[in-house]
């Protein structure tokens, strides 16, 4: 079982930046990969980035790629997202997300299952 606890979201102007910080708690050294995914209101959650524990590999969404990059501190159990030039529509609750034990090694900043979310942080971009 791995808990996760987010912390940085926020409001801020379109344009600026924010890191969102997940501390991860628990059997950490059994999951393959950590990452992000968000819901806006009214739409499905979607995924936005994930990294390997072992490699460091990374993933990212086509709408957040060259934006937005995750990375992790092994010796903190934390993944962070740093969020730069934001745009309203990146408004939404962010929620952390580690895969499950059996997640296959291949891919898995994709983050194809999920074995455990975080409480979710609210970010807020105004235009």
């Known amino acids: 079982q791995v808990q996760l606890v987010e912390s940085g979201g926020g409001l801020v102007q379109a344009g600026g930046s924010l890191r969102l910080s997940c501390a991860a708690s628990?059997?950490?050294?059994?999951?393959?990969?950590m990452g992000w995914f968000r819901q806006a209101p009214g739409k499905e959650r979607e995924f936005v980035a994930g990294i390997s524990w072992s490699d460091g590999s990374t993933y990212y969404a086509d709408s957040v790629k060259g934006r937005f990059t995750i990375s992790k501190d092994n010796a903190k159990n934390t993944v962070y997202l740093q969020m730069n030039s934001l745009k309203p529509e990146d408004t939404a609750v962010y929620y952390c997300?580690?895969?499950?034990?059996?997640?296959?090694?291949?891919?898995?900043?994709?983050?194809?299952?999920?074995?455990?979310w975080g409480q979710g942080t609210q970010v807020t971009v105004s235009s």
């Open positions: 628990g059997r950490i050294f059994s999951i393959p990969a």
């Open positions: 997300a580690a895969t499950p034990p059996d997640h296959p090694e291949e891919a898995a900043a994709r983050l194809g299952k999920v074995g455990s």
